[in-house]
């Protein structure tokens, strides 16, 4: 072989292996963003809310943002979306889960009917009111705390952002939960502390 053969052999060998690098990466990028997914939703699912219940309102706050969050951000399948909503409900006040239209069936159905009205929209971020600036209340032996927080959405490729106010209680074991929610104010989730 004369030295431009050997030039043009030695490239295109090159131009091989470097293709060869890009389509690896690209391989195991893919699967490391399926095994993220999988690694949170497996975290998700096998919470053990029993022993690992978060202990201040804030904390059940942001455990049930995440959980919506992966909900809305990801695409599961039915099996995956009940899992993660008997753990979500394990969140919810039992007042709030006698709720006719709050059984496990119909929360199920209007989530899957929401998450399609919202088509791509996702989740980006959330931020939940700091504990010290929760006011907490006591009444007939029950706690009650109402915590503001500010969710970040992304829809084809603009953010924005709404406020709700999350009213949780006490139950008699002592274990903060979930009663309602409602849609908040920007000035009242400042004034809670969020921006």
């Known amino acids: 072989m004369d030295k431009m053969t050997k030039k043009i ?7 091989i292996a470097v293709a060869g690098v890009i389509l690896a990466v690209f391989f195991i990028v893919g ?3 399926d095994g993220s997914k999988r690694s949170t939703l497996e975290t998700l699912a096998n919470k053990d809310l029993d022993n690992a219940y978060p202990g201040t309102p804030t904390e059940l706050v942001k ?9 809305y951000s990801k695409k599961l399948s039915d099996k995956e979306m009940e899992t993660l909503m008997r753990q979500l409900r394990k969140l919810y006040d039992d007042e709030l889960l006698a709720q006719d239209e709050n059984s496990e069936e119909n929360m199920l ?4 009917k929401d998450k399609e009205n919202r088509g791509n929209e996702t989740i980006v971020s959330t931020i939940v009111q700091k504990y010290e ?15 503001y927080v500010a969710v970040n959405v992304k829809k084809s490729g603009k953010t924005s952002k709404f406020f709700e106010s999350m009213r949780c209680r006490t139950d008699q074991n002592k274990k903060w939960k979930i009663l309602g929610w409602k849609t908040a104010t920007q000035q009242e989730a400042i004034k809670a502390g969020i921006e």
């Open 109 to 112: 159905k209007n989530l899957k």
């Open 9 to 15: 052999v030695g490239a295109f060998a090159a131009i």
């Open 63 to 71: 455990l049930y943002w995440r959980y919506n969050q992966f909900m």
């Open 31 to 33: 699967r490391q963003d």
């Open 133 to 147: 600036s929760v006011k907490v209340e006591t009444s007939k032996g029950e706690s009650y705390a109402t915590v």
